[in-house]
């Protein structure tokens, strides 16, 4: 049996090789065995929710901005963890993007057709959203309900563009848990359009071809393994795939030169060139209204305060209007815009009082893949401003109107930016995540009753990450509040709960929380009773054993908590046992709690702090944190005893 099933993949891939040779991706003379989820080799079973079957994808680049892409694709799903195979969208741009000779068919486990969808079949909408208001871009989609399992979905398709900065990349695997048995990938293409690709997490190396005026590249792989899921792992540090990028472009009627950072940044700085001040009327009144403050750094916190309080984000994303911005009279008038708009207009501002500052494009993505200084491309997806003071360099963040002036959002740390400069654009990095800009720090107040039951006051301070949930907190509605702030904080179900949000000042935002509760005790006995001696967890996160972690550990920022709480024990009781003082370490945080009774009072006092020193952990920390973590958790979880008083 062995033996046979060997030669039916034998015969498979010489047949691929012999359908490959004619480079046509869209041959419906695939092998029948492909659609036949039996045929499946084990390995690639292993550790996969689903398989590509067969990747053919041939992509012609005629010139800048002249491009035409055919897809056909064969993925046998395996699992419902893998059910969005099953879903085939596509984005489009009326005037500049379309598709031809759309398929989705369904195939069952023995390779026998159940389904046909066709280009009629698929919605086809808008894709503006709660940030982008108004947009000419748009999708097409369709989802097949997935009943059983094996099924094999086959997609095909043909996408013609007439409008391109960057081109897409080949992602071998495009996601873990997947395994391929099949993979072609040709890109031809006019060599004055100047191509340039690098290597991502592979090692494999294409055949260099030409036809027709044409040059061309060729990618094969065969016989992947599904990569192993891990925990908090960022799938660019972990995917294989080949990066491609123009010298030459053309963006909706904007040719431009992407052979350099540099000459990227022209191109950019031509596109607000002609919007980027203010009246001269408008200008006077903007200095008239900082003639008073002295320094540079606070004529610019008032007008960014001014602008958060003036403004309003709306994205409205037309043609070359996805990056060309409302020159910044327009939105000084109508008194909105995008990202791209109010960084415009916020430099309009400071250029009124003689305050220079960079309109700054950059990718905001919380740990996203790392730019590559060697390698000129575009990932940029938003824009800030960045403002060179003599003693250090500001940034804004000029979509939110919340946001404390001179923080970054999480999102854009630790990347880089490029800046663009009289002399084009030039990359810089934004500044690093720092513990001290994302504190938690709150406040407890317990009074037990004889019964068991407990009254308690609990306010927050917080900055930078934390800041931002409960300011959206608080625009929730009640119910909504105590779902998340109880899940959130694993809190025991309350019997009575109020939310208060109170000051937002100098980037810290308050809340105040009252609780009540019916049984506060975890045990109770006739003279005794066990409490867990706070009413939330400081640190809620666990992670699973592993034997060898392969990759390392991402979190969101770093950051440090804290929290003070004082417990009232009730008319007639005093502590017996309190939970035992720790001090935990790992090489990049550290916890501590420590307990105080206080006789006198007839009160316990629990300070406890957790500090996260780094948001990237090593794989070869992995196991030191995961040990670090649980005691964490043990240490929380030791119980606070009172007694009656004999």
Request: glycine content about 6%.
């Amino acid at each position: 049996m062995f033996t046979k099933y060997y030669t039916r993949l034998l015969l498979i891939t010489a047949a691929l090789c012999a359908l490959y040779g004619k480079s046509h991706g869209q041959d419906k003379n695939i092998p029948k065995d492909l659609y036949i989820a039996s045929t499946i080799p084990d390995s690639l079973k292993e550790d996969a929710n689903s398989v590509v079957r067969y990747s053919n994808d041939e992509v012609t680049v005629k010139g800048p901005g002249k491009m035409l892409l055919k897809h056909h694709s064969i993925i046998t799903i395996l699992n419902e963890k893998d059910d969005n195979e099953a879903v085939m969208q596509m984005g489009y741009n009326k005037k500049y993007d379309s598709y031809s000779s759309i398929e989705m068919n369904v195939f069952d486990a023995l390779g026998k057709q159940i389904k046909k969808y066709r280009k009629s079949d698929m919605y086809d909408g808008s894709q503006a959203d709660d940030e982008t208001m108004v947009t000419n871009e748009r999708f097409l989609a369709v989802k097949h309900a997935v009943a059983s399992y094996p099924i094999t979905i086959e997609k095909i398709y043909e996408e013609d563009e007439s409008s391109f900065i960057g081109l897409d990349s080949w992602y071998i695997q495009n996601q873990v848990e997947q395994s391929a048995q099949f993979l072609y990938y040709k890109i031809s293409y006019n060599p004055t359009i100047g191509l340039r690709f690098k290597n991502t997490n592979t090692k494999i190396k294409p055949e260099k071809g030409n036809a027709d005026g044409l040059e061309s590249y060729t990618w094969k792989a065969q016989n992947l393994k599904a990569i192993k899921k891990e925990e908090n792992v960022l799938l660019w540090s972990v995917l294989p795939k080949i990066s491609f990028a123009a010298s030459s472009f053309d963006c909706y009627g904007y040719p431009g030169d992407f052979s350099s950072w540099q000459s990227f940044g022209n191109w950019i700085k031509a596109l607000y060139a002609d919007g980027c001040t203010l009246s001269p009327e408008r200008a006077a009144e903007v200095k008239k209204m900082t003639d008073t403050i002295k320094t540079d750094k606070e004529k610019a916190r008032f007008l960014y305060n001014y602008m958060q309080k003036s403004m309003r984000y709306v994205g409205i994303q037309l043609g070359i209007g996805g990056y060309k911005p409302f020159p910044a009279t327009f939105v000084d008038q109508k008194k909105y815009g995008d990202c791209k708009a109010l960084s415009n207009y916020m430099r309009a501002l400071l250029t009124a009082v003689n305050i220079n500052s960079y309109y700054t494009v950059i990718r905001s993505a919380n740990n996203a893949e790392p730019i590559d200084a060697t390698f000129p491309a575009n990932t940029f997806n938003h824009v800030v401003l960045c403002v060179p003071f003599k003693n250090d360099t500001t940034w804004l963040e000029c979509t939110s109107n919340t946001r404390p002036f001179g923080k970054m959002d999480p999102s854009t740390e630790n990347t880089k930016a490029l800046l663009i400069t009289e002399n084009g654009g030039r990359l810089i990095n934004t500044p690093k995540s720092l513990a001290a800009d994302n504190q938690f720090n709150s406040e407890v107040h317990i009074v037990l009753d004889v019964d068991g039951g407990a009254k308690a006051q609990l306010k927050i301070l917080s900055t930078g990450i934390y800041r931002s949930d409960y300011i959206g907190v608080a625009a929730l509605k009640t119910d909504e509040q105590k779902e998340y702030i109880i899940r959130d904080l694993h809190m025991k179900q309350p019997s009575v709960f109020s939310f208060t949000p109170s000051a937002d000042n100098g980037g810290v935002k308050e809340v105040d929380i009252s609780l009540e509760y019916d049984k506060f005790c975890d045990v109770a006995t006739a003279d005794k009773q066990f409490y867990k001696p706070s009413v939330f967890s400081l640190w809620q996160g666990t992670v699973p054993i592993v034997e060898k972690r392969k990759n390392d550990f991402y979190f969101d920022t770093p950051l440090q908590k804290s929290c003070v709480t004082t417990i009232d024990l009730p008319a007639g009781f005093e502590v017996e046992a309190l939970p035992a003082n720790q001090t935990l370490k790992f090489t990049y945080g550290s916890y501590d709690v420590k307990y105080v009774y206080d006789a006198t009072k007839n009160q316990v006092t629990g300070t406890a702090k957790f500090n996260l020193t780094d948001y990237i952990i090593p794989a070869a920390k992995y196991t030191e944190m995961q040990i670090y973590m649980d005691a964490v958790i043990k240490a929380q979880n030791k119980k606070l005893v009172i007694r009656r008083k004999a």
